[in-house]
């Protein structure tokens, strides 16, 4: 029998799809805002810009001398036992078969099950089957999580910078909300101020009272971790207001230290609610598989979404994994596969922070785990990342489009060449070279 709350939940579901059907007659206007002014909606399609071959094509002579600390994404091999998996699937006509087949709209319960594992083996995390919907990624599964949480007139407080798709996306699927955004970072100094700020963060929230806190850890851009306290008052405050405390843990499983803090063991309850992504651990992006862990009133409501948008997720992609976390947890094959990649990024993060502070004379803000640094330039990040492409041919993402903070900045990704540290020398010499010149 549902409660009180998971009344609410569903009975909100139905009038927002009962409002879609009735002004349909407009849907023909809504791709004017679109066209109108695209960037405004969407800052990400600005700076994928940048790395587009097209528009590099126009600024340099040959694009194949391009040295790239633009992309968002991982380049570690993902684990031969995942590769293995699909072999075994691909290769045995009746399991091919069925993995062409409609998975349950949450995920299918062996899948979950192996999450459960997963997050019981490598965190110490207590949570059942029922606490899981699977989609096809986590940036789908915000997207439905917040159509789930959010009511008009409502408040989502993000941090200033954040992840560079939360506004775009809330801009986009939710038309009569407010953003709140949270300064951080101290622009002088060039430090990361969580923990500093923690009470008044905390007093934020009492004041503005918002529905959704949403928070990257490790952070994108900053690749910093929010600190036990942080987090602990952050979700005290969250209660007190009846609200929701979401987490962004796309990039959990590089943390570069052993010692995590003790929310990352934590399952979801009433007020908290994890995002998780198959992108990064084992270089999935592609691959588009992701989980949200969140109590199941919110379950039971995202089945009524992900049923008309996605459907399921996709079936092939959870049989594979699914026998791979099993496979991989008794001979603790998951947990070396992990520590590896950890070390690799960790080796490519210090050897990039080193080359920017030995050659660059710029503020960086030092990373704690994923895939960035987050470089102050002192001076338009926009035209920064421009000149610097033209000049040298090494290209950096503008910071503008993460917050505020990010106007003067711009985020540094040793992802893509996480095999390649002579690159990075290169990349970051040139740079330098170009800098010295002007002076």
């Not at 684990?79 to 062409?100: Q, V």
């Not at 008052?233 to 405390?245: R, Y």
Request: aromatic letters at 10%; proline letters at 5%.
């Amino acid at each position: 029998m549902m409660n009180r709350k998971d009344h609410h939940i569903v009975r909100k579901i139905a009038t927002k799809f009962l409002a879609a059907w009735d002004s349909s007659s407009r849907l023909s206007e809504s791709p004017r805002k679109f066209e109108d002014n695209p960037q405004q909606t969407n800052p990400v399609s600005e700076i994928l810009r940048y790395a587009d071959l097209d528009y590099i094509k126009t600024i340099m002579k040959n694009p194949d001398d391009l040295i790239s600390f633009a992309g968002g994404w991982v380049n570690h091999k993902a684990p031969e036992k995942l590769r293995d998996a699909y072999k075994t699937i691909s290769s045995d006509i009746n399991l091919f078969h069925i993995s062409g087949g409609y998975s349950a709209t949450l995920g299918e319960r062996e899948f979950k099950k192996a999450i459960c594992k997963f997050e019981k083996k490598l965190y110490g995390m207590e949570i059942h089957e029922d606490e899981i919907a699977v989609g096809s990624g986590s940036t789908q599964l915000t997207m439905e999580v917040l159509r789930v949480l959010l009511d008009p007139k409502d408040k989502i407080l993000l941090l200033d910078p954040t992840y560079v798709n939360f506004v775009p996306q809330l801009t986009v699927g939710f038309s009569d909300i407010e953003i709140l955004r949270f300064p951080i970072i101290d622009e002088n100094e060039w430090k990361f101020m969580a923990d500093e700020k923690i009470d008044e963060f905390s007093n934020f929230i009492l004041n503005e009272k918002p529905k959704i806190i949403l928070l990257t850890s490790p952070d994108n851009p900053t690749s910093k971790i929010l600190s036990d306290e942080f987090i602990k008052k952050t979700l005290e405050a969250v209660k007190k207001v009846g609200g929701f405390l979401i987490i962004d843990f796309a990039y959990k499983e590089l943390v570069y230290e052993d010692k995590l803090p003790s929310y990352f063991s934590w399952p979801p309850n009433d007020n908290f609610i994890l995002l998780r992504s198959n992108s990064k651990w084992c270089r999935g992006l592609g691959r588009r598989l992701g989980w949200i862990e969140a109590p199941k009133f919110v379950i039971n409501a995202m089945e009524s979404i992900q049923s008309s948008t996605i459907l399921c997720p996709d079936t092939l992609h959870q049989m594979a994994l699914t026998k791979f976390i099993n496979d991989s947890i008794e001979n603790n094959i998951l947990t070396d596969y992990i520590s590896d990649t950890k070390k690799m990024y960790k080796h490519a993060a210090k050897k990039t922070a080193d080359l920017i502070k030995q050659n660059l004379e710029f503020k960086i803000i030092e990373p704690d785990g994923g895939l960035y640094i987050f470089m102050k330039v002192d001076t338009d990040g926009q035209k920064f990342v421009q000149e610097m492409l033209k000049k040298t041919g090494v290209l950096f993402i503008p910071g503008w489009g993460f917050g505020n903070a990010g106007k003067n900045a711009v985020r540094v990704s040793f992802g893509p060449l996480v095999n390649d540290i002579p690159k990075i020398e290169e990349g970051i010499i040139k740079i330098s070279k170009i800098l010295k010149q002007g002076n």
